[in-house]
């Protein structure tokens, strides 16, 4: 018995040792998969001034024509499969051009459903067919539609949500959306019957009440920008200490300032090519442009809808 009894007593002994060690090994797990998810950063894929265009560039040679819905589509899948928790998101000018005037706009909402986007930016440019127009295309949107700053006349109300948040890694990431008015919106009628019935509020003003309470929500807050150098130099020269980012649209990419805070991104227009936009753990971002290539095969799904629309994808 007394074998049996020291053989028992030494298996409850390592079974205690080994029940103790479960937490800590546990805890330290963890913290080592927080520890690599941190200094992974969060990645960000862009696209701004699409304007529409749901086939390859038209500007470029045809044998060597960039972009492409379709092939974007396929590019989006590809990275997610290697990364999750990316975001994709679009600056603005997304919805109108000569591809998708004749649905209204709705070929892009249809494939940017498939693409899956996380925030796009509305900007004064989505309104080209009107108020009514873009307000309804925008109703069939089942990706979140960002601005802070476009707001109906009719009822005061922002005409889409102001900001979203996302879980990214570790964290939490608020897309905030803004847009500048044209300046030429007072001189030029086209434009003043495209606005009709919307109030564009300054960038700075309506920053300084959504941005606090973006913040409330997430740990870090990346703001999508549509203007022009001086509107986009006055929003970092005011929230410079409250943004990890400004992805923007309607300037050239290799027009944007390099250096200062918060960091600014941008890409090609007519889905030529997309940002990979990486938020670094310790502040600052790191940018790489991705050409949507001719070699990519198009997603079958996105020529679909394209198709359905009467565009060869």
Not at 19 to 46: D, E, I, K, N, W
Not at 120 to 147: C, E, H, Q, W
Not at 263 to 277: D, I, L, Q, W, Y
Request: charged letters at 20%; aromatic letters at 4%; glycine letters at 10%.
């Amino acid at each position: 018995m007394a074998p049996h009894g020291r053989t028992t007593r030494r298996w409850f002994l390592s079974a205690a040792v080994l029940l103790a060690a479960v937490p800590a090994a546990a805890a330290l797990l963890a913290a080592a998969l927080h520890a690599v998810q941190g200094s992974s950063g969060v990645t960000l894929l862009l696209s701004a001034d699409t304007e529409g265009q749901v086939t390859p560039c038209a500007t470029c040679s045809i044998q060597t024509a960039p972009g492409g819905l379709a092939r974007r589509a396929s590019l989006v899948a590809d990275w997610r499969t290697r990364d999750p928790s990316l975001l994709l998101v679009d600056a603005g000018n997304a919805f109108i051009g000569v591809d998708s005037v004749a649905s209204g706009g709705r070929i892009i909402v249809a494939a940017y459903a498939v693409l899956e986007y996380d925030a796009v930016n509305l900007t004064y440019r989505d309104f080209r067919l009107g108020k009514a127009s873009a307000l309804a295309m925008i109703r069939d949107a089942t990706f979140p539609v960002v601005s802070c700053n476009l707001v109906d006349e009719a009822t005061g109300q922002l005409v889409a949500r102001p900001f979203v948040v996302r879980q990214a890694g570790a964290g939490r990431i608020a897309i905030v959306g803004v847009t500048e008015r044209p300046g030429s919106a007072d001189l030029l009628p086209h434009l003043a019957r495209e606005l009709a019935g919307i109030r564009v509020r300054p960038p700075v003003e309506a920053l300084a009440e959504w941005l606090p309470r973006a913040r409330r929500e997430a740990g870090r807050v990346v703001l999508l920008f549509y203007g022009s150098a001086s509107g986009l130099a006055a929003v970092r020269q005011t929230f410079g200490g409250d943004l990890a980012a400004v992805l923007v649209g309607g300037i050239p990419a290799e027009a944007l300032p390099s250096d200062g805070r918060p960091p600014v991104a941008g890409t090609a227009e007519h889905g030529r090519r997309v940002a990979e936009v990486r938020l670094l753990p310790e502040g600052g971002v790191r940018v790489r442009q991705i050409e949507v290539a001719p070699s990519l095969k198009g997603d079958p799904k996105t020529e679909g809808i394209l198709k359905s629309y009467g565009k060869a994808p």
